[in-house]
């Protein structure tokens, strides 16, 4: 095993998804001398931010996710400049929901008060605009007129790449096996010792098994979501490979759940439709399905996808493997150790948290620099949990 490295990095970040990588980046830009460590040879597919789309919307029930996507915007519009890479398409965000859906009527709510570009449409107008779906007689909708999506994979390599550019080091193929707070933190990996004035935690859903050790345990539960593709049962005949947007269907079909769409892009001929949830599984046993499934996702999608997309074939064609971070009321934790304030946590970002990830960067290096927070982190701290913590 090697000494510690002489030099002591301004910031360690623990974590090369897209939360750690943007962490890092921003850091980079003001010139902090920075390590991001990944404990798998990169790329890989074993997080959660791995794949070619996401969905970018400003459509959100709850306002303050509304307000910084508007910064999260310009954000992305700056990953672009620099790399030269396009990464977001706008092809529009519809909503749908039954009648009198009160999270909907919150999304146009929040839409309308933050001079967001939107329209209601009818049943008519959905149905016209985007052959091949089709709504329930007294189903409503909205679009988010700059919602579309982001192109993933490529987004994470150009952030990576930007951060490098700066100056910033990333190792990969190390995983972090034991972390010795202070005032200078020492980070151990599977192959060398770094060390740190602050360290940033994004491990995804490996967030726990970081955690544990420094004391803290937070209600996270990660869970494994079927990616689904699903193929027209008539090539080119449904419609909906020429104009799709990206969509949100909450609570239909009787059903608790979400369930939310991309246009083809990952697979010619192929959309990508999926169930917002999933089972609990460990991220080291994600692809062995041990237990058998509490929540009945595939059969969900496999009824929604008959009745509104009856031109798809109702058994996915391709089923693909990611990992949600869930907390109890599915928003983030951006906030600092309760013990350690030079150690800063990034996590729980429960299956919505890509098109956040600039901002999510810039607030994690803010509180790692000791800067006041550019937005209100009220909802985002530890203090709203009743969390057992071990004193050290
Ligand atoms: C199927 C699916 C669909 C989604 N759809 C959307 C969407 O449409 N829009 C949207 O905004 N968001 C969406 N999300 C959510 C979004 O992708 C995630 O919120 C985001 O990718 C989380 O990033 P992360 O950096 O926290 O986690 P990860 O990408 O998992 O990164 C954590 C990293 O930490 C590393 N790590 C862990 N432990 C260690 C260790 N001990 N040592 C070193 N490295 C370690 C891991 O290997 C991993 O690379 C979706 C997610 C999934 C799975
Ligand atoms: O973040 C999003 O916009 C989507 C919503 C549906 C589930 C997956 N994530």
Redesign the pocket.
Known sequence: MALPNSSVYDCIV???????SFTAYHLAKNQKRTLL????PLP?S????HGQT??IRRAYSEQFYTSMMQECYQLWAELERESGIKLYRKTGLLVIAPPGNEEFESICRNMEQNKVSWERFTREQVMAKYPGLILNPEDVACCDDNGGILYADKALRAVQEQFQKMGGVIQDG???KHIQPGQVVTVTTTSDIYQAKNIVI?????AQK?LSPLGLELPLKTLR?N?CYWKEKIPGRSGLLQNFPAFLGVNLNGEEHEVYGLPCQEYPGLIKI?FHGGNEAEPEERDLQAKPPQIPDIQILCNFISKYLPGLHPKPAVIEQ???TNTPDSNFILDYHPLHKNIVIGSG?S??????SPLVGKILSELSMGKEPSYDLTPFSISRFQTPQASL
């Open positions: 623990i974590g090369a998804g897209i939360q750690g460590l990944e404990q798998f890989h074993r997080g959660s931010s996401r969905i190390q995983k972090v994004t491990a995804g859903p490996w970081v979501i990616v999926c990611c990992m949600y970002f299956g919505h948290g890509f098109k956040l």
